[in-house]
Structures are given as C-alpha cells and as structure tokens.
C-alpha cells in the first residue's frame, strides 16, 4: 500500500482556493466568446451614445465648469455600459449553474469563494472595457469634460460602482436557473436605467417619481459617476444608495450562493 | 438470492483502504435511497456497481465525492473525508451527464482542470491523446459527439492522476465502437493499478472489466463477489415448460434439478445439466413446448435484482 501513501502525501492543495491568472485568462477568453455579451456590454452602450448624444445642440450647451451635454450623456452612457457588462458577468453563474458546471468545479480543488472572487474580476474587467469604450466613443464624437482628472474621476466611479451590478448579476445567477438569464435582465436594467436617471434626468419626471427613483439603484451610480462634472445632487445620499444596494445585492448572492454549495 | 463474496475482496486489508463506507444510509425526506450500505475496496481493485434505476448507485458515488452526505454512517475514501480526497486530486469521476461548458474547446476544457489541480500545462497534450480526442482539441465542446464528450470529462478526470477513478454511468449514449474505445482507454489505464468503481448498466461491461462486481438493489448491496464467482453463479441453464397443475414438490425431486419456479402453468427448472430433465419431462409429465436456454448474467441480475413482488420466492 505504500504506493497509495507515497500519492496521498506528494499532493497538495492550489493556492488562494484555485483563484489563479490562468483560469481567469480562460474564463475572460470564454466571456469573449459569447455574442450577445460583447454586443450588449462593448457595442450598444457605443451606440446608445451616438443615438442620444450626438446632437450639434449638446455639444455646444455646457454643463458644469468646461463641460458639455454630450459629455455628461458620455458618463451616463459609461454607467450604463458597465452596469450591463457587470450584470451579465455576474450572471454568468446561471448558466454555470444549469450546464451543470458548478457541479464539475465541485470535483476540483477550487473554493465557492474563490469561484465567486473569479466571477466578480470578471465582471469587473468587462465593466472596464465597456467603461473605456464609450469613454473613446465620447471623445471621436466631441464629449467635453472639463479636464482630464474630471475625466478620469467619471469613469473611474462609472467603474467602480458597477461593482453593485456584478453583485446583482450573481445574486440574479443564483436566483434565476435559465439559461438566457440576460433576457430577462436586460429589459429589467433598462427600466431601472430610466427610472435612475441615466436616459433622462430623473427632474424632467416629476416631482413624486424623482423623489422615488432617488432610491432605486441605478440612480446612486449615475448621480456619483457624474458628480465630478455636475456638482449636483446630494453626494452622500448617492454613496448611501450605492452602498446599501451592493450589501443587499451581497448579501442576496450570499445567501443563495450558501444555498447552492450546501451540502444536501 | 444473496451472494457475498468470501473475504478475500471485502476485508479489511493491512493496508490503506480505497473507499470504506460503514453502514451507510442517505435519506431524501422520506425516501430512503441508500439503506446502510457497507462495502470496502481496497487499491487497485476493479469494482462494477450493477443495479436497477433508482437502486442508489449514483447516490452513493455522490457520496463518495463528497457532493452529498450521508445521513448516518460514515464515507472514507484513502482515509480521508470524500471533500478532501477530491480536492487532493486523489478520486475523479466521470459522470454521466452534464459538468461541460459548451463555448470552451476541449482542450480550454482540459487546460482549465490542469490549472485548476495546479498540475503542469505539458500534462494536457498527453491526457487529451489516453482519452483519444488529441485531433480535436480545438473543437468547441457544443459541437461534440455524446461519446466525445464523455471522453473529453475522461480526459479531465485523468488529469489529477487520481489513486481512485469514480465512472457513472460512462459508456450511456455511446454506439458499439464508442463503448468499446473508451473501454480500451480505460482497461490501458487501470494496468497502471489505478482503483476504479464504475456504475452500469450494461452487464457484459461488467463481465469484461470488473474483477468485483457489486449488485444494489434498493440501496442496500444484495451481492458483491469477484466476476468470476459471479459467472459460476450465472451457470447452468433453464428449462421452460407448460404443464398442467405442475406440482412443484414433484418437479423439484427430480434428480439434478437445482431450483424450480411456478408461474401458473409455466414451470422454470434451473440446473446445471438440463438434458436428462428434458428427458424425463417429456417422457413421463404432460409438459410441453420445452424451451432450454443458458442462464446468462443478465438473468442473475434480474433474480438478484428483481422486485419483491416478483415470483423469485
């Protein structure tokens, strides 16, 4: 039996749970691989953008100190980008889930957390493509921020607090066992998208529905995502709403995430 | 109908112990899918899992992978919790259906296990050619064949080098050449003393590759012997035949007859040597259109397995 315990000895578990360089790299490829995410998280925010910002009028009506109205559609472009590449990259586990996959990863050494830590670098890097794409987009068709630190500042918070939607797209992945989890997401997001101000600023609604989409959670991200052009709004009331929606949006994937790896 | 094998293949041997389960049970609500099963394998022991659906085969390999657990008894697999054991890369399995994504390539596939196990990425090439899908590596895994498909979870399974290989259901879907390929590959790879525990349904793989076969029938293990104890149990043959009010007592002193069996007016002789009973029965009884046929595995996988209210008693 020496041969069985010479094995048993010589093997050792991955590093960091089996959160590595190289499956991310695979997993990245494989993301790129599917169609509908590049058109719905690199093309159709790039094209939203040209529809609803290139207007000669926006381009010479200035918003905050040095900017222009297509430069703030640019930003709320870039939210809506990356919200929609956060989303799809969290809810990737769906249909990980329905292939049967999660179940195959369950017969290697790699931790559920360090599946889900995959999963939200993922999400974010395609929120980061799609984030720098309608940023270059803005820019061809003449987008005007006041400098290049506000620049920077917009898309840096577009980015960043799309980190409640990769939150959202997991926790949606573990609710929702299909396998086109983005058609239902995707129109669901575009209403959110509207009642949070990213179409439309959410005054022109009214006074009720303005006081209402204050707290739905798109209007955190486009109000912070702005805020460095605009100098509008109540700041902390938007890092309240980003806040408090991640921990929900969290704590949901959490909660179905200890569901999904329980053992039965 | 029981058969336990003598203690050469079930005891507890001096070493290490494959997978030992001890009194196993697996409860669902109410339904009891695995009813205290104990079976010990020792390395290097070639082990077919036979049984009806639903007999608890497939619960009890999820156990053995740690994807479920048991509610009493206790699952080891080379001493150590079934999690752990595959988290070492000391069990992989192949499984039956499902575990593949269909937009990577066979070899993403592959080299994603590899990364996975931390185990060198020179090691995909040559798990991809022992699983004989080296030519089509570049493929997309939504464009494979089923027998593809279950070589290429093969090829994942053989990555780890596992001490214990775990097969459920592998050749389901596959045609004749198929079966037969993957079983090559499998038999080249079990000469190197790998353990493997397969679970099927097709008897003569069972036949031609197990060295222990196990039958469960409603969770519990109703016979475990090595293959060969198996086909001596399989010996001898039936005869059929009508007969008017048989008398079962009559029919069952009848020199050389082994076991008789009534079902209305259908008699079932079983012996080792048929053609003398023959004989007498038409000779001396009204029983007619005798049929004699050789009592193959399959037969004694239906007795062993066959349900209560069957007319086996």
Not at chain 1, 91 to 102: L, Q
Not at chain 1, 105 to 133: D, E, F
Not at chain 2, 27 to 55: K, Y
Not at chain 2, 106 to 123: D, H, K, M, N, Q
Request: charged letters at 15%; aromatic letters at 6%; proline letters at 4%.
């Amino acid at each position: 039996m020496s041969t069985a315990t010479v094995a048993t000895a010589a093997r050792s578990l991955p590093r960091f749970g089996g959160f590595s360089a190289g499956m991310l790299r695979l997993e990245f490829r494989r993301m790129l691989r599917n169609r509908r995410t590049v058109i719905f998280t690199f093309v159709m925010p790039a094209v939203l953008l040209l529809l609803f910002g290139n207007n000669a009028s926006y381009k010479t009506q200035a918003v905050g100190a040095g900017g222009n109205v297509t430069g703030a559609i640019m930003v709320s472009m870039a939210v809506y980008g990356a919200m929609l590449a956060t989303t799809s990259g969290g809810a990737m586990v769906s249909v990980e889930r329905a292939a049967g996959w999660s179940r195959q990863l369950r017969l290697t050494p790699l931790r559920p957390l360090a599946y889900i830590a995959v999963k939200v670098v993922l999400a974010m890097s395609i929120g980061l493509i799609s984030v720098v794409i309608a940023n270059l987009m803005g820019a061809a068709i003449g987008a005007k921020l006041p400098n290049l630190g506000v620049w920077a500042a917009c898309a840096a918070l577009a980015w960043v607090c799309a980190l409640v939607f990769a939150a959202f797209g997991l926790f949606m992945g573990y609710l929702l066992p299909s396998e086109n989890v983005m058609q239902i997401l995707g129109p669901v997001l575009a209403v959110l998208s509207f009642a949070g101000g990213l179409f439309v600023p959410v005054d022109q609604l009214g006074h009720t529905f303005a006081t209402i989409a204050k707290f739905t959670p798109v209007y955190g991200v486009g109000a912070l995502a702005r805020y460095p052009l605009e100098h509008d709004g109540n700041l902390w009331l938007a890092a309240l709403n980003v806040i408090l929606w991640t921990a929900l949006f969290g704590a949901g994937a959490m909660w179905r995430f200890r569901r999904d790896t329980a053992r039965v | 109908m029981t058969l336990i094998a003598p203690s050469i293949s079930t005891a507890r041997g001096s070493g290490e112990l494959a997978v030992d389960l001890d009194s196993v049970v697996k409860r669902f609500g109410s339904v009891t899918a695995v009813d205290g099963i104990s079976l010990q394998i020792r390395p290097g022991e070639v082990v077919a899992l036979l049984g009806p659906n639903g007999a608890g085969k497939t619960t009890t390999v999820d156990m053995l992978l740690g994807l479920s657990a048991p509610t009493a008894g206790h699952v080891s697999v080379y001493g150590r919790a079934p999690h752990d054991a595959v988290a070492l890369g000391l069990v992989s399995a192949v499984m039956q259906t499902g575990g593949l994504l269909k937009d990577y390539t066979v070899e993403e596939t592959v080299r994603l296990t590899a990364v996975l196990f931390g185990r060198p990425t020179s090691e995909i090439q040559p798990a991809l050619r022992r699983a004989g899908i080296a030519d089509i590596g570049n493929r997309l895994v939504g464009k494979c064949s089923g027998g593809q498909q279950q070589r290429l979870r093969f090829a994942m399974a053989l990555l780890p080098d596992p001490e214990l290989l775990i097969l459920d259901e592998p050749t389901t879907g596959m045609d004749v050449a198929g079966r037969h390929d993957f079983w090559t590959a499998i038999r080249q790879d079990a000469r190197a003393g790998r353990t493997v525990i397969f679970a099927t349904h097709y008897l003569e793989e069972a036949d031609a590759y197990a060295d222990r076969v196990v039958f469960v029938r409603r969770g519990q293990v109703v016979a475990d012997g090595t293959a060969a104890e198996v086909k001596a149990m399989a010996s001898g043959r039936t005869i059929r035949a009508t007969m008017d009010d048989p008398n079962e007592a009559a029919l069952a002193a009848i020199r050389g007859v082994e076991s008789v069996e009534v079902r209305g007016d259908t008699v079932y002789l079983h012996a080792r040597d048929t053609d003398p009973i023959a004989r007498h029965l038409l000779n001396n009884t009204d029983a007619r259109d005798v049929e004699i046929t050789s009592r193959n595995l399959e037969q004694a996988f239906l007795a062993l397995t066959a349900d209560d209210s069957g007319s086996e008693r």
